[in-house]
């Protein structure tokens, strides 16, 4: 991991999976709590204007709702759908805010390539499982959370997302598949264990 503060490990703009030079939809630094308030602020970046006038006021596919306050995301497909095409949403920034868990709303992205939770409040690993259903997501960033401080936290979380390439701006190696599938096994093999051993202690 890179030596840089937490903020300048990413800097928010073009990412490398598409290629693509479209500028995200911005609308960070806008002490946002509820993702609804975004109806009523205007992007930072000039946006991408529709010029096929579509019902969605904008055509971009990356959007940036880091550094502000939010805290929950529930409504996130219904506000979203208002000002752009939510099925084509592939690059989602919701970096530094206040989100204590992953919102099982973010499964119905299922264009999401690339999506940043880092400097978040989330505190408990099994919210990352249900990820897994976001078939195309390649890249995950995560640190600093509070789960980052759980020891097995790489590892838990590449054998739960097994479709990531990218973990916290890392490249995921087949060394780091293996130990993570390694370690996934063994704990499987343990609870059965420990199961068998309490029904045994029952009878």
Known sequence: ???LPLKERFKPGVDSTSGSLEI???YSYNDIMDVDEIQNKIPRELPTSNSN???YPYKNTMIKLNNNKIIDIS???YTLTKIMNFDQIWWLDLS???LTYIDKALLNLQGLKVL???GNRIHHLATTNKLNKLANLKKLSLCGNPIEAVTTYRKHVISHVSQ???LDFCPITEADKSIATFWSESRTRNEELIRQQRLSDEI
Do not use: A, C, E
Request: charged share 20%; aromatic share 4%; hydrophobic share 35%.
């Open 1 to 3: 991991m890179s030596g």
């Open 24 to 26: 995200p939809l911005d």
């Open 53 to 55: 006038k579509t019902k």
């Open 75 to 77: 409504q996130i497909q």
């Open 96 to 98: 530094f805010n206040r």
């Open 116 to 118: 940043h939770l880092q």
């Open 164 to 166: 990531l390439i990218n």
